[in-house]
């Protein structure tokens, strides 16, 4: 089986933390994701979620602040309304929603970073098994 | 004063009226007293068919607009909103009209301050086309020889030039591919209830127009044109403002039932979509007419989107941006669809959209008033 | 003011509609003709991309034509009658183009057209639209979808009624992947026989407009007229149906060899930079009339005039002057032919 690929927007103040929590941690987690930082998941538009899967991107993982975190304010709150829309779009364009996912991290939370690619990751293997 | 039956004062305008004439009545007391710059408004151009949107600085070519031109499937707003942007102007809207000037105050592309909106009241409007070939088939008349049409009571009427009316039932017309637009069809929004004042003839006495005030602008408006001897009124009874509200709410029902077939039952199967999609050659007509599209630069151009024109385009990089750009705020008004040159079903795949969006944020684009826009910053509890 | 007019698109010759809106005399943008019965309201990109480059070019409204009139008799007298040829192209509309011939005529110049190949076609080989809908097979040349969407919107509701569609083309291209089978070529020499190889029906339409050489396009013709099926050939511009029809249009070669053989060309509505090499014009005195070339004599646009373009069913659609910019001094190719015609 080809390797899977993840393509991670993970935002600058929280979820990027987060990730780096896990890794100091040394606590491990599938490879398969390449993390872009951004500095806000509000940066973050449906152009490019729609790009990582026209190049290839088995998955497209989102990490944002917890609402109510957001350095910029209410960054995530706009985010969250994009996602919903992002959702429908793929289903739209026959895309399996599962292949898109989105959480709320933060800069302290690295086990739950570990856990959320975990899950996602298998939850990739399983779809096209 | 909520509800009015509005009779124009004068004869001409009363002749080439569909109703009461208060639409021409209160356009012509605006420019009359140079509340406004101009009008935009439908005129006949060559025939009954050929609706054309033309902006009126002088009475005597508004007294030319006067009477309906359901075949004549324009949008308005993104007209003004190109064009017209800097003018103090009245326009007539259809529910889509309206609808798409309130998402566009929204983005700030229009100052509402500068816009008189009068509403009219809408069944849904009919491909000048298709309309020609129905007048042809069911009607049994040359259609160069129909000189005015109007829907009334769930049937399309044609007047002959020797004054014979005809009609048909609408939904016969429909159940053989006739009759309205399929996204008029879906529409569930049959009053304006976004501009100033709202026509039409739902529940009206003969010879009045029905008209439904919705803002303090609308109020003055109509007050000073009484006040100037441009229209008269009555109030309408209980019974029939019911009568409207009840007209109002079939029709919405049936939209919603039309939804159900048109999105879910006859929509195309996912795979069926995308071979659909294929045939797009990115003219980006969609975004053109969309009333909603309203950026100065657009995504769908840019560099690293491209795809090379011997490859096998990827409608996400189309279609899918653009949804992402304007789905939520799609007020299904069809010129998409319209003008595709390749007939995707580009209204439906949108509107399907907002749909799913709308139920779970419970935003109605160009009717909502208080919910957030989908960009906007406002924070709002939403369930994850 | 903001003004809303009927006009007919210039760019290939399938002749949609398109509404052109303008504002104090200039045009700003389009809004769809829903009403035309050759495109209902909808346009392609190609029609769009000419529009928008109409929009952002420099206008002028006046000109001063004594002295470029003067230098142009002169010029003309110069030379002796067989010297001089006059270059056009479809994009040229009726009546012009009949002031062009007779004038050419009248003095004896020689006259030709470059049209990407294409030659005059028997009108009974000719389909209507409607033909091309009620087809139970389609074979595409070139991509016909990208280039003449309207046509390939034809197509498309041939498929709904069942048709088979075949796609010939040197590239993949978006036609291709929208036919039912897709036949990749080397080089349109192959043509021929790839078409051989196509067991038609009484119906097959053959829809083209990309060729590499009049012989191969002259041969397809023959092949259309022995199979009794039709042909509908999309050219790139509007009214080079007329131009067939009237003109003696030649392959790039022959083009060259003409303006080798000339002293002087009068070259109206064309740009030869975009279809031969620079060095072939060196030498040459050229005479200019366009409307793009800030170079060239001046002449009104199509959508500055009155006039008619005859597209590829061999419609004539009649346009009026969607503009209707009473300040406009600009001259149109006749009324500037009459001048020097005067003159000499």
Redesign the interface.
């Known amino acids: 089986m080809e390797e899977k690929k993840i393509i991670g927007f993970c935002c600058n103040w929280c979820c990027y933390g987060g990730a780096d929590n896990a890794g100091t941690g040394r606590m491990s987690y599938p490879p398969n994701i390449r993390i872009i930082r951004v500095m806000c998941s509000g940066r973050i538009n449906p152009d490019m979620i729609f790009k990582a899967f026209h190049e290839g991107a088995d998955g497209v993982f989102v990490g944002g602040c917890h609402l109510g975190d957001c350095h910029y304010d209410a960054g995530n709150y706009k985010w969250r309304r994009r996602a919903h829309l992002i959702r429908f779009i793929l289903d739209e364009m026959n895309i399996d929603q599962r292949r898109f996912k989105h959480e709320w991290v933060s800069a302290s939370e690295g086990s739950k970073f570990q856990k959320c690619i975990t899950e996602f990751y298998d939850e990739l293997c399983q779809i096209e098994e | 004063m909520e509800y009015l039956q509005v009779k124009s004062t004068n004869p001409e305008i009363l002749e080439g009226g569909e109703n009461g004439g208060a639409v021409t009545a209160i356009l012509l007391s605006l420019l009359e007293n140079e509340d406004v710059d101009g009008i935009l408004n439908m005129k006949k ?2 025939d009954v ?2 609706g ?4 009126i ?1 002088t009475p005597e070519e508004l007294l030319e607009t006067t009477g309906s031109l359901h ?4 949008m308005t707003a993104d ?1 003004i909103a ?3 942007k800097d003018s103090k102007i009245a326009l007539t809207t259809k529910p889509c009209d309206a609808m798409a000037i309130d998402e566009i105050i929204k983005r700030n592309g229009l100052n509402r301050d500068n816009i008189f909106m009068i509403g009219l009241n809408c069944g849904g409007t009919v ?3 298709k309309a ?1 070939k129905m007048i042809e088939l069911y009607y049994d008349v040359d259609p160069k020889d129909v000189v005015s049409e109007e829907i009334n009571k769930g049937k399309f009427i044609i007047e002959l030039a020797n004054g014979e009316e005809k009609d048909v039932k609408i939904d016969d017309l429909e159940l053989e591919g006739y009759g309205r637009r399929e996204n008029c069809q879906r529409c569930e929004l049959k009053i304006p209830r976004k501009a100033d004042i709202a026509c039409g003839n739902w529940g009206s006495s003969k010879g009045y127009t029905f008209v439904e005030i919705n803002t303090e602008r609308g109020e003055e408006v109509i007050q000073n044109a009484i006040d100037k001897g441009y229209i008269e009124v009555k109030e309408p009874s209980e019974k029939q403002v019911a009568i409207r509200k009840k007209v109002e709410n079939v029709m919405i029902k049936m939209a919603k039932k039309k939804q159900k077939a048109q999105l879910e039952k006859e929509y195309p199967s ?2 069926e ?2 071979d659909i999609l ?2 797009c ?5 969609c975004r ?2 969309c009333p909603i599209c309203n950026c100065k630069v657009c ?1 769908l151009e ?1 560099e ?2 491209q795809q090379s ?9 189309m ?3 653009r ?3 304007m ?2 705020s799609c007020i299904n008004c069809g ?1 998409c669809e ?6 995707i079903p580009l209204a439906k ?1 949108y509107q ?2 907002q749909l ?2 709308r139920e ?2 419970g935003y109605v684009p160009g009717v909502t008033s208080g919910k ?1 826009p ?7 509890e ?1 369930a994850e | 003011m903001l003004t809303i007019n009927h006009s007919i698109c210039p760019e290939c010759s399938m002749g949609c509609g398109l509404n052109l809106i303008s504002k104090d005399g200039e045009i700003v943008g389009v809004n769809p003709y829903k009403n035309h019965p050759i495109n209902e309201g909808k346009n392609c990109k190609n029609s769009i991309d000419n529009i928008n480059t109409i929009k952002s070019a420099p206008k002028i409204s006046e000109y001063d034509y004594n002295q470029k009139i003067t230098e142009s008799v002169e010029l003309l007298k110069k030379y002796d009658s067989n010297d001089v040829t006059i270059i056009t192209s479809g994009k040229t509309d009726n009546a012009d183009l009949e002031k062009i011939v007779d004038f050419a005529q009248e003095k004896d110049y020689n006259i030709v057209a470059y049209e990407n190949n294409f030659t005059k076609i028997d009108s009974e080989l000719i389909p209507t639209y409607e033909d091309v809908e009620k087809s139970d097979l389609i074979i595409s040349i070139g991509d016909v979808y990208r280039n003449n969407s309207l046509i390939a919107r034809r197509i498309i509701h041939a498929q709904q009624n069942n048709a088979k569609t075949i796609n010939i083309n040197v590239t993949d291209n978006l036609a291709g992947y929208n036919s039912d089978e897709f036949k990749k070529i080397e080089s349109y020499d192959e043509i021929i026989n790839v078409l051989e190889k196509i067991e038609t029906t009484k119906d097959t339409i053959i829809v083209i407009n990309d060729i590499n050489s009049t012989e191969n396009y002259e041969k397809i013709g023959e092949y259309v007229k022995e199979k009794g099926i039709k042909i509908l050939t999309l050219y790139k511009h509007p009214n080079t149906f007329s131009v067939l029809n009237t003109i003696q249009c030649v392959q790039k070669e022959e083009l060259m060899e003409s303006i080798n053989n000339s002293k002087l060309l009068l070259v109206i509505n064309e740009e030869l930079s975009e279809i031969l090499d620079d060095e072939c014009l060196e030498n040459k005195d050229i005479i200019k009339l366009s409307s793009t070339d800030a170079d060239a004599i001046p002449i009104r646009a199509w959508y500055e005039k009155d006039g008619s373009f005859t597209n590829s069913e061999g419609l004539t659609q009649e346009f009026e002057d969607a503009v209707q910019n009473e300040d406009n001094q600009i001259k149109t190719i006749s009324e500037i032919l009459t001048l020097v015609g005067q003159e000499i």
């Open positions: 151009h060559d068919y050929d054309m949107p033309s902006y600085t075949c004549a499937p324009i007209i190109k064009y017209l491909s000048p086309l020609e996912p795979d979509l995308q294929t045939r050659i990115k003219c980006y007509r053109d007419v995504s840019k690293y989107l024109p011997e490859e096998k385009p990827d409608p996400l990089l279609h899918g941006i949804m992402g750009h789905a939520f010129q319209d003008v595709c040159p390749v007939e795949i399907r959209v799913k969006y779970e944020t957030p989908m960009y906007s910053p406002d924070k709002e939403v």
